[in-house]
Each structure stands twice: as structure tokens, then as C-alpha cells.
């Protein structure tokens, strides 16, 4: 029975061969424990409940499945183990390439990301080539831009074999752009990435048109090569231009917007008014929430402002403004959980005075704790944002007198991280950080 459940944890939706269900009904069995006989338990659990439907629901011949509750009925359950290893093997070899992007997807949100990966992998190398955009999307705070953009390579190469449309293959090539160009400051290769990105342009504007949305993706992507090549007020310049077009075709809440006008506060900040890029930065981050229900990178940026300009009042300031955010009845019935937990985690992050700054260490602690209580009933403890608002809480005990606490809490924490989600993943940066502080304290 807990065979057929986690079959279908694991993003499986069809029933499956009896035998394939009997093989892996055997990884249940305690070795200790005699177990009743194979037939004996398939009748127990294919017999109908109180005139409803039996816990293993025959389907067409010699295939099974378990019934819809069960699945969420298992989540649900505190303590119930992650869906085992055999299962999510099981499932990669089974399911035919198509089904494996499915598959991968349910093990990126158990934070299964080698399954994720080599079932996103079967899927490509059977000419499914939007498993690249799939893969770049989950490896995206992983640190793994190379391997990111051989899969992107990959696919773009095999696009005209497998018979893609325009938009595919001007996706690809604008993903690929964006990826190989400078995500992150100092890394990434700019002029190579702009150069990409206006060949896709232009392909774009030849296959769809000038007015086309992947056209205007194209064109923001070069944007942001041409302020990583040390051209701020072109990018601004440009980037505006794009929100100006975006919203007369699209509107104002159209993503592609948001984007631009991400970039205009970017490269307002590297033109040399940071103040100005914030305020901009303000209004995404409601309009983001607002509309979309979620958050994109404007906080980080925001905070990175921060760091650089280390101005006591303006943190205050801006410390202040989220948390009265986080606090608008409008907003906390948009987002979703695990948004709720980075947008409250932000703020006891920001309350402590972050990595190194000055702060309110017993409120944010106070926060930090009530944020750990409320993310492990409601999300699982592998999550990021439930990680991340840990590491938040051990940085707080530390700074109130508790270095042995803060270390130990740190530590563990980033040992999560690492395992999840990798060494080179922006988690296990953050956690890593916060575990050195308090290793050195020592």
C-alpha cells in the first residue's frame, strides 16, 4: 500500500503493472517482521471502505493505483518518511521521457534535486528539449551556471531535430544568454552573452515580430549585458524603453515589465544613485507581492544597497517599511507559505542588523523562533526559506551572548543546506557564512 501512495507523492497520475508494484512493495518490509503473504495483502487492499473505494484502486488490467486521498493524506501526516529512494529510481527508468519531466518536478519540491536532474536528463536525451528550461529554472540559486548553460547549449543545438516552434527556440536562445552572461557581479562572460542575446533578437523579431513578448526578452537580456559591460546609464536608458513598449502591449503587471523595470533600478544604483534605485526596487517588491504573490530578487538587491551604503537610518528606514509590508492584511492574503516565510524571515534577518550590522538581536530572535515554529508545521524542514530563518535564529542567539548555541545551530543547519541543495547553492552561502562567524567566535 505505501508503495502505491508514494508512487503518486512522486508525481506519478497512472496506475501501474502489478509486478513492477510487487517488487517495490518488498523495500517496505521490515526484515525483522514476518509479513503476511503477497495475495493476502493485495486483497486486503483492494477491498472497498464502508461501501467507498478501496485503498488500492484497480485500474484496466493488472494496474493499480492508490486512491486520491492518500497522497495528501500521507503529506499531511507529521512524520511520515520522504518518499524512499527505490521509488523515485523506480519512476526515472519507468515513466516514458515525456511523464519524467513530471516526475522531475515532483522531486524538485521534495528537494529531491539529483532525481530531479537525472529525470529531466532522460527526458533530454530523448529530444524533449524544454527539459533544459526546466532544468535551468530549478538549478537557478544552485551556483551551477555552467553546467546550466551546457544544457541550454544542448538543447539549442538539438531544437531544429526535434522539430521546435519559434517560441522555443528563441526562448532557448535568450536563456541561454541570460545564463551565460553576468547574473552575478564578476561572473559570467558579458560581451559573449550580448552578442547571444542579439543574435536571438534578431531571430526573434525575423520568426514573430518586433512587438513579439520573446522579442522584448531578447532585448532586456542585452540590457543587462550592456550595464555588466560598465554601461549604466545606456542599460537604464534602454531598460526604460522596454517598460515603456511592455506596458503599451502587454501592461503594467505584465512580467516582462516587472523585469525591465528591475533593470531600470539597477542600473540607476550603478549609475550612481542608489537612493533612487531602492525607491524603485519599494515599488516592485509591493507590486510584486500584489500581483504576482510572490517575491522576486528586489530584496536582496535592496539589501545588497544596503550593505554597500551602511547607513544606520536608512536600514532603520527600510526595516520599518518591511515590516509594516509583511504586516498589510492585503498582502498576507495573496501570498503562499513558503512566501511568507522569506518575507517574515527578511525582516527578523533585517531587525538582528544582518550579517554584521547593529541590530535588535532579542526581537529578531523572538521573530526567528515563532518563524521555525509556524515553517515546520506548515512546510517541510528541508525547505530553503525554513533553513534560512535557522541560520537567522542561531546568528541571534549568538549576538545575544550564546556562541556555542549559535554555532552549533549554524552548523547544523548549513550541513542541511549543503546536503539539499549543494555547496555552491545561495542556501548554503547564506548558511554557510553565518557558520563560519560563530566557528571563529569559538
Not at 526567528?368 to 535557522?390: H, N, P, W
Request: glycine residues 10%; charged residues 25%; hydrophobic residues 45%.
Amino acid at each position: 500500500m505505501s508503495a502505491a501512495v508514494d508512487l503518486r507523492r512522486a508525481g506519478l497520475q497512472q496506475a501501474v503493472p502489478i509486478d513492477l508494484l510487487r517488487e517495490l512493495h518488498e523495500h517496505y518490509l521490515p526484515a525483522a517482521v514476518r509479513s503476511e503473504p503477497w495475495e493476502e495483502a493485495l486483497r486486503w487492499a483492494t477491498q472497498p471502505l464502508h461501501s467507498t473505494s478501496s485503498l488500492l484502486v484497480p485500474v484496466g488490467d493488472d494496474h493499480y493505483q492508490a486512491f486520491d486521498y492518500l497522497p495528501d493524506a500521507y503529506d499531511d501526516a507529521l512524520g511520515w518518511p520522504a518518499v524512499r529512494d527505490e521509488i523515485w529510481q523506480a519512476l526515472t527508468s519507468f515513466v516514458p521521457p515525456p511523464d519524467a519531466i513530471t516526475i522531475a518536478w515532483a522531486a524538485f519540491h521534495r528537494h529531491e534535486l539529483g532525481v530531479a536532474e537525472a529525470a529531466l536528463g532522460r527526458a533530454l536525451e530523448a529530444g524533449h528539449i524544454e527539459a533544459a528550461l526546466d532544468f535551468a529554472f530549478m538549478m537557478r540559486d544552485m551556483g551551477r551556471s555552467e553546467e546550466v548553460t551546457g544544457w541550454l547549449s544542448r538543447a539549442v543545438s538539438g531544437a531544429r531535430e526535434a522539430g521546435a516552434t519559434a517560441e522555443v527556440t528563441v526562448g532557448l536562445k535568450y536563456r541561454l544568454a541570460w545564463w551565460a552572461g553576468e547574473r552575478v557581479r564578476g561572473a559570467g562572460d558579458p560581451a559573449r552573452a550580448l552578442e547571444l542575446a542579439r543574435e536571438a533578437e534578431a531571430e526573434s523579431v525575423r520568426l514573430l515580430g518586433p512587438e513579439h513578448v520573446l522579442t522584448l526578452w531578447c532585448r532586456l537580456t542585452a540590457v543587462r549585458q550592456v550595464g555588466a559591460l560598465g554601461r549604466a546609464e545606456e542599460a537604464r536608458r534602454l531598460a526604460e524603453e522596454i517598460v515603456d513598449m511592455g506596458t503599451r502591449l502587454f501592461g503594467h503587471d505584465h512580467e516582462v515589465v516587472s523585469s525591465a523595470r528591475f533593470e531600470v533600478a539597477v542600473w540607476t544604483v550603478d549609475g550612481g544613485d542608489p537612493r533612487r534605485g531602492i525607491a524603485l526596487w519599494q515599488e516592485l517588491v509591493v507590486d510584486d507581492l500584489l500581483v504576482a504573490g510572490e517575491l522576486g530578487d528586489s530584496l536582496a538587491n535592496i539589501e545588497g544597497v544596503m550593505d554597500d551604503v551602511a547607513d544606520p537610518a536608512l536600514t532603520a528606514e527600510l526595516t520599518g517599511w518591511l515590516a509594516a509590508l509583511a504586516g498589510r492584511d492585503d498582502i498576507t492574503g495573496t501570498i503562499d507559505d513558503v512566501t511568507a516565510m522569506r518575507l517574515h524571515g527578511t525582516v527578523a534577518w533585517w531587525t538582528g542588523g544582518r550579517e554584521q550590522g547593529l541590530g535588535d538581536h532579542r526581537l529578531a530572535r523572538d521573530m526567528a523562533e515563532q518563524l521555525v515554529e509556524a515553517g515546520r508545521g506548515i512546510l517541510s524542514a528541508g525547505d530553503k526559506e525554513v533553513l534560512r530563518v535557522e541560520a537567522v535564529l542561531g546568528h541571534q542567539l549568538g549576538r545575544m551572548g550564546d556562541p556555542v548555541a549559535a554555532r552549533r545551530l549554524c552548523a547544523r543547519v548549513h550541513e542541511d543546506a549543503v546536503r539539499i541543495y549543494g555547496e555552491r547553492s545561495t542556501i548554503a552561502d547564506f548558511t554557510g557564512n553565518l557558520a563560519e562567524i560563530w566557528t571563529l567566535a569559538d
